[in-house]
């Protein structure tokens, strides 16, 4: 929410009259009824680019879930790398606008979000950073899977909690109890446990790898966390 900004926008929606006395053919001209954004996305963590999901600039009015507005946004394959976004024609009643990542038109997970205020008609946003690896990201897509057998409800099998607000103290750097090897180990795939158990190890009595909504790319968005030192951010 770092990324928060007012931006000013004018919503002089003129009514789109104009006579052609002198009978001179102009070129056609697109109707325009929206407000255009123009922003920067600068990618990082591309490692773990959702391909499953899709990642979209979205606009969103009152409804902070499903957007007035919306466009793909596509694939970045360098760190670092950035894109220039203009956004045309967003209704004017859009409020905000997000980075958004959704399944089947469902939201999933926002990465970075812009606040839009009454202003101009053309709206400049700075660039705006996005880091695809963040611990809250895993929490929303992978974790979030898991919760109904890891604490959601009443139990929490091995003792292992996913729940929003404890998964990370529950897993990096924390032995397993099935394994010598720890939950997560910060940098290190092969001494991570829970990569094992996603993989269908059979040193737990539930076979992981047969969790229906798992998907391969839960599991690359995993690892790749892990190599990049499975940060808290
Ligand atoms: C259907 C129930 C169920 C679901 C869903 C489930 N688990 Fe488990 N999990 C278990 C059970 C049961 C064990 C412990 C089995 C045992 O004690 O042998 C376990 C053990 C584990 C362990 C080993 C912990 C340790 O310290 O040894 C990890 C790691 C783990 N699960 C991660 C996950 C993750 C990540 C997800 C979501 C993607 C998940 N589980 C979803 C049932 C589930």
Redesign the pocket.
């Known amino acids: 929410m770092k990324h928060f900004k007012e931006y000013m926008i004018m919503t002089a929606l003129l009514p789109f009259c104009f006579s052609c006395d002198s009978g001179d053919i102009y070129p056609k001209e697109t109707v325009y009824d929206g407000i255009t954004i123009e922003t920067e996305l600068h990618f990082t963590g591309v490692g773990a680019w959702p391909e499953d999901y899709q990642l979209i600039l979205a606009a969103y009015g009152d409804d902070t879930e499903n957007p007035v507005a919306s466009q793909s946004i596509d694939q970045v394959s360098t760190d670092g790398e950035s894109v220039k976004i203009t956004f045309a024609n967003v209704l004017t009643d859009a409020k905000t606008i997000a980075v958004s990542m959704v399944k089947s038109r469902k939201l999933v997970y926002k990465f970075t979000e812009a606040l839009l205020t009454e202003g101009e008609k053309k709206v400049e946003l700075p660039v705006q950073e996005v880091n695809l690896l963040t611990f809250n990201r895993l929490q929303s897509q ?2 979030s ?2 919760a ?3 604490g959601g409800s009443t139990t929490a ?4 909690y ?1 729940t929003e607000g404890q998964s990370y103290n529950m897993l990096v750097n924390h032995p ?4 010598t090897k720890m ?1 997560v180990a910060p940098g290190l795939i092969s001494g991570s ?2 990569v094992d ?2 993989g269908g190890s059979t040193d ?3 076979n ?1 790898s047969k ?1 229906s909504s ?1 998907k391969a790319e839960d599991v690359v968005l995993l690892k790749e966390w892990i190599e990049n030192g499975a940060k808290n951010e």
Do not use: D, N, P, T
């Open positions: 992978l974790f899977q898991c109904a057998c890891h099998s091995a003792g292992l996913l397993a109890v099935h394994s939950r446990f829970i158990v996603l737990v009595k539930y992981h969790l798992l």
